[in-house]
């Protein structure tokens, strides 16, 4: 591919960003200043047009899959890692601001994390986030992957770890990505099992969140626990 001499359009579209912040650059302007860092020789323009046009928004993006991301024309494999940086590095910024904080207090920011962290996976996982007695997030630790009926796991496994935690409280979320959060049997009769099981521990737990493509799934506010 022909390389572009592109230096005074890229330094001309930094110097917008930097007066103002990013005030006023559209979003395929954002992406394709960032694409600039991982492809440094090239104008990047029509790549960061392209990824607009095929996931249709920033927020798609920035949860698209590698194999997604490869199949558009200009990114190499360098360039995939560095949007796959990015994206980690909002998932982490979406953690921290529930770390240090009553969780359940900041219930949209608790569900954008989620929906973060459930984006990329084309398999069920199974996550529990340990909560103390404040409501605070101690941890947030993947179970395991794959189906409830097709794992060998009980409600033990969770609540044993909550205890090694000094956790006073669990949320547990997975995925269906399918699509559809509705609840399966597996799932609805896990949950009554796990919630029986922490009472006798002492142990709340606060909610099961199904996260599917647009929508989720709470038990709690489904009145199933």
Do not use: W
Not at 44 to 59: E, H, Q, Y
């Amino acid at each position: 591919m022909v390389e572009h001499n592109n230096g005074g359009h890229r330094e001309r579209l930094r110097a917008r960003f930097s007066g103002t912040l990013g005030a006023g650059v559209a979003d395929y302007e954002l992406l394709e200043l960032a694409l600039t860092f991982a492809i440094p020789r090239k104008d990047v323009k029509p790549i960061a047009k392209d990824l607009m046009r095929t996931f249709g928004n920033l927020s798609n993006v920035m949860v698209a899959t590698p194999d997604q991301l490869a199949q558009v024309k200009g990114l190499g494999p360098s360039s995939v890692v560095f949007i796959q940086v990015v994206q980690q590095l909002a998932l982490r910024v979406r953690r921290e601001k529930l770390v240090g904080q009553p969780v359940l207090a900041s219930r949209l920011e608790l569900m954008d994390y989620l929906y973060t962290k459930f984006a990329q996976c084309t398999r069920e996982e199974f996550h529990v986030l340990y909560l103390d007695s404040k409501m605070k997030l101690l941890a947030d630790e993947m179970l395991f992957a794959g189906t409830l009926h097709e794992v060998s796991t009980s409600p033990r496994d969770i609540l044993k770890r909550a205890l090694e935690l000094n956790a006073s409280g669990i949320i547990v979320a997975h995925n269906h990505p399918s699509g559809s959060p509705e609840p399966s049997v597996p799932d609805e009769t896990f949950t009554m099992m796990l919630v029986q099981a922490a009472v006798a521990l002492g142990v709340d737990v606060h909610d099961h969140v199904i996260v599917g493509a647009e929508s989720h799934y709470s038990f709690k506010g489904g009145g199933k626990m």
